[in-house]
């Protein structure tokens, strides 16, 4: 499904060896470049994207920490952004027919990982162009840290992202290399060493990038939208500079948009039920359960315990806890 280490570019190719590498969780190794873990496939598409990408001052950035919520952010921040094209009440709105990562492309996953060389064609998007990233904000393409777009950063308690990435990745492995035990990969992202991990460095470069520029960041928990989805769908409209009109209220399209992304109906879809992506996932691989505090059901108390201190440490002082 992921493409072998040696399928990579040379460019690629020869960086691996000077990095630090770990077991994968997914493939057989991780790499750390600028301070974050990704496997070679990715890393390929991150060093294009840092190279190619060119920021476009409308452009909309969802940046998440993996399994944080990034497919039902896709469906809602697209739904949200063109509504007026397609009303969510259509019987044939793209979300019906599309996996919201068709609709939402990831920029290092998909759209720059087998472009080394030339850059994809990104003519068809339409303004404001809309894309998805994992990248921590110091991998971020230049143009992006120096453009007045927008990003939306959300991120989860770290307990259930990582319950939920231990389900994901053991999904994607293949037959023959067995399912990764809990306890194994979270001693691994204990010690940092996850998809675009270490997780808590991850959300504080945003949390504090964020703090410096309230406009240019909506810092965001998968928790909070759980909780008042409506209060942070218009929040969300207001930050990408188009609030919900009175009309709008009037006819209940911020309930429109929730329920066409909510748990229930996309995961109940047929193209998200069957499909798969282009990349090899299926789609459904994507809906879990999509509920907070999950992690209960898996974590044994010592487990609880060493997260909860690592996280206490990490986020004392900076104003943000989960
Ligand atoms: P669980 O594994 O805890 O169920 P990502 O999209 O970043 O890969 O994250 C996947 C997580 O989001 C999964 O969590 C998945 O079930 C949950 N999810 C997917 N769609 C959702 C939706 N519409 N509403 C709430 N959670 C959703």
Redesign the pocket.
């Known amino acids: 499904k992921y493409l072998k280490d040696d399928e990579v570019s040379e460019e690629c190719l020869s960086l691996l060896p000077t990095l630090p590498s770990e077991r994968g969780w997914v493939s057989s190794s991780l790499y750390n470049y600028q301070g974050f873990w990704h496997n070679a496939r990715q890393l390929q598409g991150v060093i294009s994207c840092q190279k190619h990408f060119q920021a476009q001052e409308t452009d909309i950035l969802l940046v ?13 921040l697209f739904t949200l952004i063109n509504r007026t094209r397609f009303p969510p009440t259509q019987h044939d709105h793209p979300l019906r027919s599309n996996s ?1 990562h068709m609709l939402v492309p990831f920029m290092e996953l998909n759209l720059y990982v087998n472009h080394d060389q030339n850059p994809p064609d990104l003519s068809s998007f339409t303004s404001p162009r809309l894309f998805s990233t994992h990248l921590p904000y110091k991998s971020l393409p230049k143009s992006v840290q120096d453009s007045p777009c927008k990003i939306v950063y ?1 991120c ?1 308690n770290p307990k ?2 990582f ?3 231990w ?2 990745t053991n999904q994607l492995r293949l037959e023959e290399m067995g399912v990764n035990s809990l306890e194994q990969v979270f001693d691994q992202f204990c010690n940092g060493v996850s998809l675009c991990g270490p997780f808590w460095d991850h959300v504080l470069s945003y949390w504090r990038e964020s703090l410096k520029n309230r406009e240019k960041i909506c810092f965001l928990t ?1 928790e909070e ?2 909780e008042e989805p409506g209060v942070h769908l218009r929040k969300l409209g207001e930050f990408l500079g188009c609030p919900f009109s009175l009309k709008e209220e009037d006819e209940g399209l911020v309930d429109g948009i929730l329920e066409i ?7 109940n879809l047929k193209v998200n039920i069957e499909g798969k992506l282009p990349s090899g996932e299926k789609n459904s691989a ?6 907070v505090g ?1 992690w209960k059901n898996y974590l044994t108390k010592e487990m609880v315990e060493r997260l909860d201190k690592i996280c206490e440490e990490k986020f004392n002082g900076s104003g943000f806890k989960f």
Request: proline letters at 5%; charged letters at 30%; hydrophobic letters at 35%.
């Open positions: 998440t920490t993996p399994k944080s919520g990034t497919t039902w952010f896709k469906s809602l919201p959300i989860r259930d992202a319950v939920s990435l389900a994901f998968y939208m759980k992304c909510s748990f229930e109906k996309l995961s994507f809906f879990r359960k999509g509920e999950d």
